[in-house]
């Protein structure tokens, strides 16, 4: 949680602001660059999780939110079983997402399954 408020994890588009040339798409969807916004809120796959475990309405809130220390502090402000509840599913979609960057194989191979075992 402290690296994502000071947006300071290896997410591809910070990894090329520190010089380093790749391909900065998201490692799940290959459509949009992956900066943390796309990553925990945006993307097509995590969308899929925060709505399975009924946070989409906090999603929606996070996405208002202007910076990813701002993110921190509304996820914190939240009733204790829905703090909770999306702290681990950003820890959960953290790990996920780079065992799938590393190109780890799934148990599933199905991605809508995947999605399912990972949330």
Do not use: Y
């Not at 588009?13 to 943390?36: A, K, S, V, W, Y």
């Not at 950003?90 to 996920?96: N, T």
């Not at 148990?107 to 075992?117: F, K, N, V, Y």
């Amino acid at each position: 949680m402290w690296r994502l408020a000071r947006n300071s994890l290896a997410l591809k588009m910070n990894i090329r602001r520190r010089g380093m040339q790749l391909d900065t798409r998201c490692p799940l969807c290959f459509q949009f660059d992956e900066d943390g916004g796309h990553c925990f809120l945006k993307c097509k796959f995590v969308k899929r999780c925060w709505e399975s475990l009924s946070l989409e309405l906090i999603r929606q809130n996070l996405l208002l939110k202007r910076s990813a220390w701002e993110v921190i502090m509304e996820v914190i402000s939240k009733k204790e079983e829905d703090r909770l509840k999306t702290v681990l599913l950003l820890w959960k979609w953290w790990d996920f997402r780079n065992k799938v960057d590393r190109g780890e194989k799934m148990q599933s191979t199905s991605p809508g399954r995947m999605l399912l075992e990972m949330c």
